[in-house]
């Protein structure tokens, strides 16, 4: 319920909201919380239309540890994955965590048991996505330098592997990776709250329902994101 005031301007809009919850580190590894979230969007996926939602234009996005649990889904393997992921239309990890070996020297490690053999599993940025679906990378510009980091990591790599394969499959030099260098966590949680999409809108170019996890208790599927910041590619 912590999230909830998510939805209201996207219900007002005719947009369907989703929020999952996940378990918490640690009561489960991080690798479980990613499963849950897995999960939660594959149930979304095959019962969301039940409850209201259109589930054939989805982006999925997140904040913070949400950040990193929407980069895993689009990471996630395709066996996992119990729909078409033709069906996620766009994404948007924001201020996420990507990589995770600075987070095992540090003492609230003894929760998150990360181990070598953990991080190699979770770090995202080394791993081809399962869902091709075009994808925003955005830091708030107040976040930490290593929040900025590791978003422009996680882009620039995730471009240079979408660019390789495009280059193989026809030719295409291109790629839609970007980072919203000047967005700040301030602008972000206002922007969501008003329903305002002018930065996200025209890079995805959708005005469909998101799949955001939060870092808090609840995940969610929300309608347009936005943002009052500069966007630059990487």
Known sequence: D????????YV???????LPRYRFVPSVSIEGVVDDA????????????????????????GWSAGGHLAASIFAAPRGELRFDPARVAGG???????????????????????????????????????????LVVAAGARESSEFQRQSRVLAKAWRLLARAAQERARGDAGAPWLVLQRITTKDIDQSVREGVSEIFRP???????????????????????????IASEI
Not at 12 to 18: E, F, M, S, T
Not at 205 to 224: K, L, M, Q, R, Y
């Open 203 to 229: 890079r995805l170019g959708v005005e469909i329902p998101f799949i955001t996890a939060s870092a808090a208790s609840s995940d969610s599927v929300s309608g347009t994101s936005a943002g009052a910041g």
């Open 92 to 134: 948007i990890p924001m201020s996420g965590v990507f990589e995770f070996e600075p987070l095992r020297h540090y003492s609230f490690n003894s929760e998150f048991r990360l181990d070598p053999a953990a991080v190699a599993r979770l770090d995202l940025a080394p791993r081809s996505r399962s869902i091709a679906a075009p």
């Open 2 to 9: 912590f999230f909830s005031w998510i939805a209201a301007p």
């Open 38 to 61: 897995i999960g939660a969007v594959n149930w979304l996926f095959a019962n969301g239309g039940a409850y209201g939602l259109s589930m054939d234009r989805v982006v999925i996005s």
């Open 12 to 18: 007002a809009a005719g947009i369907g909201v989703a």
